[in-house]
């Protein structure tokens, strides 16, 4: 990170009162000013395409939800100034890797291995709600993973690199006497899986919602003409996180507490609903801890 002075000027009492409350926190990143004019310049990756977590919009501005989040975080945190950088995905991994980035966000999951890269903060930035897309005519049959295992429903097969297929293998190992049929897929994608669920050649595809909705609720979606026919069926949320770089241990502290206060005046439930329409928030498992499995 950068010093820049005489930018993102707040009074001087909140300053410092706020870089006071920070100097105990982590050991990472180089010492904030305590003066009214010292604030560091911090290097925000984010996807450009990833709609609506984090896109770049017609005008070239960083737009999103995880980057709504990361906006209201700034604003609580005078010292720095978070500046945005559209890119892609390997670009974001290398460089918060690298250092060429500070934070790097883009619908990211908790990973054992990535903790070895990166810097996990205590507090996830939103959601993935993942879950079921069946055929319409079968959500009466079809109305959670249970019974799904328990009518013997087939499913997409899923490449094991891909983390949905961890959700199912661990929803399998916890449900050892009610289990989904689990087919390893040679790509990582399949681009036919809609089609293949809507003809019947499988009953479901475990997916991400906000796919199901670009692909078929959406009506410039590739899928929008089988939206009568496909219905999606939650199962849960699984928390998305910022990734930081590994000397900045500090910046994620100063990240995590500002994010209590957004999620103790309902900012975050607020940017929720005006992304998404709906809460990120409320089929998170209870009690959910970092490093908890998929």
Same mark, same amino acid.
């Given at each position: ?5 005489? +930018? ?49 919009? #017609? ?50 999951? %908790?990973?054992?291995? +990535? ?34 295992? +328990? ?44 089609? %293949? ?61 500002? %994010?209590?206060?957004? #999620? ?31």
């Amino acid at each position: 990170m950068k010093k820049a002075g005489n +930018r993102k000027m707040q009074t001087a009492a909140a300053a410092v009162v706020l870089a006071l409350g920070l100097a105990a926190c982590g050991s990472g990143t180089e010492q904030v000013s305590n003066s009214k004019d010292g604030v560091t310049k911090v290097a925000v990756a984010h996807t450009q395409n990833y709609y609506p977590y984090d896109y770049v919009d #017609e005008n070239g501005n960083a737009e999103g939800y995880e980057v709504a989040v990361l906006k209201a975080v700034d604003e609580l945190l005078p010292q720095y100034e978070f500046e945005y950088t559209g890119t892609t995905d390997d670009d974001l991994l290398i460089g918060v890797e690298s250092g060429k980035y500070d934070i790097g966000t883009k619908g990211i999951w %908790w990973t054992q291995e +990535r903790t070895k890269n990166y810097v996990f903060p205590k507090h996830y930035i939103g959601t993935s709600i993942v879950g079921l897309m069946i055929r319409t005519e079968d959500a009466d049959r079809f109305t959670d993973l249970e019974s799904f295992a +328990r009518e013997g429903g087939t499913l997409v097969p899923l490449a094991p690199q891909n983390a949905q297929y961890t959700i199912i293998e661990n929803y399998n190992k916890n449900h050892p006497d009610n289990q989904i049929t689990l087919i390893a897929a040679d790509q990582f994608s399949n681009a036919d899986s809609y089609q %293949w669920v809507r003809e019947g050649r499988y009953d479901a595809l475990f997916a991400i919602k906000t796919s199901y909705e670009a692909n078929v609720v959406s009506e410039s979606g590739e899928y929008h003409d089988y939206a009568d026919e496909l219905t999606f069926i939650t199962y849960e949320a699984i928390p998305t996180w910022p990734l930081f770089n590994s000397k900045d241990q500090e910046l994620a502290d100063a990240y995590d507490e500002a %994010w209590e206060q957004l #999620e103790a005046d309902g900012t975050l439930e607020a940017l929720a609903q005006q992304y998404f329409g709906y809460s990120l928030f409320e089929m998170v498992p209870e009690g959910y801890q970092i490093g908890d499995e998929l």
